[in-house]
């Protein structure tokens, strides 16, 4: 049976594995983890046939890639927008920790060449989302990393979602053939929401993640009370990769564009 939804610790080494390409969720095709770095740690990071991202989601971490050095800095995800190193296969990259610091390391497979690039906050602008509509109760800020429009070279997209406290995103429930990893932190510790995938329902926490198999209806929700951070990361299929305008709401709910609240 597949599984769409973990709630993974971290190791002794600082290690959180989600997906990889022979595990429960492999049919994600992709290869995510999350690190924490001791200030003063140095990480390396290389891949073969792979294309990296390293996306920073709290501290402050130097990026070294290509005889290149940026030191960059985020208090966290809800106050702050992404910093993320985006590398082609044969790359190395290495992060040190300048305080304790929080990474996600995203891969696939692609043997194409591209240049190396880093994603500022200023590349990646928060966005807000269905602000009024459904009652006001799906507020959220999108921003969009990179995806088929900004890197057509990669196969794969990287992404982030604040939800208001007590809202909906992903909402009208929609669905795509390609399949999607969402990743979860939550302002407080104890917060949490609901993330459905097709017909069930799982209760997402800080730190769990869902993996959406190609073809299902994924919205989620945010427990009153709780801001809920997601990183969505998408798998182009070949032949078929997400674009912007692929989303595909359910029919059943399209009525809702309309209705008065």
């Not at 070294?64 to 030191?71: A, G």
């Not at 198999?213 to 801001?227: E, I, R, Y």
Request: with cysteine.
């Amino acid at each position: 049976m597949t599984q769409v939804f973990g709630y993974p610790s971290f190791d002794e080494k600082g290690e959180k594995i989600l997906t990889t390409y022979d595990n429960a969720y492999k049919e994600m095709g992709m290869d995510i983890r999350v690190y924490r770095i001791h200030e003063g740690e140095t990480r390396r990071f290389f891949k073969e046939e792979e294309e990296m991202a390293v996306l920073l989601l709290e501290g402050e971490i130097t990026y070294k890639w290509d005889e290149k050095e940026q030191k960059v800095s985020r208090s966290n995800v809800f106050d702050m927008g992404p910093w993320c190193l985006h590398v082609c296969q044969e790359t190395e990259i290495l992060v040190r920790g300048d305080s304790g610091a929080e990474i996600l390391v995203q891969c696939t497979k692609n043997q194409q060449k591209f240049p190396s690039r880093l994603y500022a906050p200023k590349d990646a602008p928060w966005i807000y989302s269905c602000q009024g509509k459904f009652g006001n109760t799906a507020n959220r800020r999108v921003n969009t990393i990179f995806d088929h429009d900004i890197a057509p070279y990669s196969n794969m997209v990287l992404g982030e979602v604040l939800n208001d406290r007590g809202n909906w995103s992903g909402y009208l429930p929609h669905r795509h053939p390609q399949p999607e990893v969402y990743y979860f932190k939550f302002d407080r510790p104890e917060g949490f929401g609901a993330s459905f995938v097709g017909d069930e329902v799982y209760k997402s926490t800080d730190g769990s993640f869902s993996a959406i198999p190609g073809g299902k209806l994924h919205p989620q929700a945010a427990a009153p009370g709780f801001q809920m951070y997601t990183c969505w990361m998408i798998h182009h299929l070949e032949g078929n990769p997400w674009l912007q305008t692929d989303r595909c709401e359910d029919e059943r709910y399209l009525w809702l564009h309309e209705a008065e609240f």
